[in-house]
């Protein structure tokens, strides 16, 4: 596994860096990678998993779409018994409440890698 290490008045030492420092990753390959190292920003990365939230829903709701037309097509032929139009958009709703309580359990986070493991 890769170790990495922060430059601490001219010695490499193997401690947690900050925002600033001068880091080097030693790859299991013994590959040394130098770095500064950059706090991770929490409303970049709120945004980005609700950006996701927000089109795995859209793609949740289109992937429907067939089965609202179904349902429509079947209403027009007066077929009861199967799935209806109110069912489906129902269950589109159910993607939307769903997709709303994802977003705000991600900005309740405020943990960088508990905002990336977020799954929805």
Do not use: H
Not at 13 to 29: K, T
Not at 37 to 52: G, M, V, W
């Amino acid at each position: 596994m890769s170790q990495i290490e922060v430059l601490k008045n001219n010695q490499w030492v193997n401690e947690q860096p900050s925002a600033g420092d001068r880091c080097r990753e030693i790859l299991d390959s013994g590959a040394v990678i130098e770095f500064e190292y950059a706090e991770t920003d929490i409303d970049t990365l709120k945004s980005t998993r609700i950006t996701q939230i927000k089109q795995e829903a859209q793609s949740r709701i289109t992937a429907l779409d067939w089965r609202l037309e179904r349902a429509k097509e079947r209403a027009e032929l007066s077929i009861t018994d199967q799935e209806t139009v109110q069912d489906v958009m129902q269950l589109r709703e159910q993607i939307r409440t769903a997709s709303n309580q994802a977003e705000i359990a991600v900005n309740q986070l405020t943990d960088a890698g508990a905002i990336q493991q977020f799954q929805w």
